[in-house]
């Protein structure tokens, strides 16, 4: 049993802490909602508490699950003295390289370690426990780590050192732009041609075409229904972050900026909050 201190319930954090729960752990979690920390307390017999320091007051681990690079400095500075000697900070957070590298240099001389772990999966794989996690840190961070995250984890890799994880994270929103676009278009251009979508997709996804956005959002796509899965506001952060990214690195990245901004037109019809699979919604208007 680890003393865990987990800051951030939100859709993906409030199961992951649940699984830490479930594994045997002491859990104690911080909301800036008190509710969602009371509900998730009641529900897992865990403890919740009024700040991060009280939290991670002693912890053996603080694992973050926040919003975007200031929330994770935020609680970083508020968790780091609270904590235990040689305590591990695990940030779940989707936030950029540079703040994981800065984050993993203070923790070290601070005496505690620091690893950027974010994930893929959405909501569905923190509820399953089966999220695909690329963790950014030293080997034997890492290793400290692994066994943490296991609970809620269906593949843990290590990339390499602080902020290869975020690195990793940007490559796969940069991939899941194109895919989730290219089977928007498709589906739009399959209703446009009269094409009945069911046997389409029966077809092509049995072959070369086949995605996890294809089986699981095809037909959620084709009824227009967005209100749930992972927030078209989020894909923006994350998207802002790649292209930021690639200013500094020399990538070129064309889909992903245009991708960007079709999903600024979503926001703009009302769609921050709906799941990335709503680009469709943006063809289907004109």
């Known amino acids: 049993m680890t003393r865990v201190a987990f800051i951030g319930l939100g859709v993906m954090g409030a199961p992951m802490a649940g699984h830490l729960a479930q594994a045997g752990h002491e859990v104690r979690v911080y909301n800036r909602s008190p509710e969602k920390a009371q509900a998730w ?15 991670a007051q002693n912890a053996e681990a603080a694992i ?29 957070t989707t936030a950029s390289a540079s703040l994981a590298r800065s984050l993993s240099d203070e ?74 676009q290219g089977l928007a278009e498709g589906l739009h251009f399959a ?11 029966g077809a092509i996804s049995k072959g070369a075409a086949q995605s996890w956005q294809m089986e699981n959002r095809w037909r959620t796509m084709r009824d227009g229904k967005f209100d749930f899965g992972f927030a078209v506001d989020w894909m923006r952060k994350d998207l802002g ?3 930021a990214e690639a200013r500094a690195n020399g990538a070129s990245t064309p889909v992903a900026a245009l991708v960007d901004q079709f999903y600024a ?22």
Request: hydrophobic fraction near 50%.
């Open 107 to 180: 923790a070290k001389a601070n005496g505690r370690a620091f690893v950027d772990a974010p994930v893929s999966g959405g909501q569905a794989g923190a509820e399953a426990g089966k999220l695909a996690i690329m963790v950014g840190g030293d080997a034997a961070d890492f290793a400290r780590a692994a066994p943490l995250m296991q609970p809620y984890a269906a593949a843990i890799t290590h990339i390499g050192p602080a902020g290869c994880g975020q690195l990793a994270k940007m490559v796969n929103q940069i991939c899941i732009a194109g895919i989730v």
């Open 41 to 55: 307390a009641s529900a897992h017999n865990g403890m919740a508490c009024g700040g991060v320091a009280e939290a």
């Open 64 to 92: 973050l699950c926040v919003g975007d690079d200031r929330d994770v400095r935020a609680v970083f500075d508020a968790a780091l003295s609270a904590l235990a000697p040689d305590a591990l900070l695990i940030d779940h």
């Open 191 to 201: 209703d446009a041609a009269g094409l009945d979508i069911e046997k389409v997709i």
């Open 265 to 286: 037109e979503v926001q703009a019809m009302g769609g921050g909050r709906w799941d990335t699979s709503s680009l469709i919604a943006r063809l289907s208007r004109r």
């Open 241 to 243: 972050l790649v292209l």
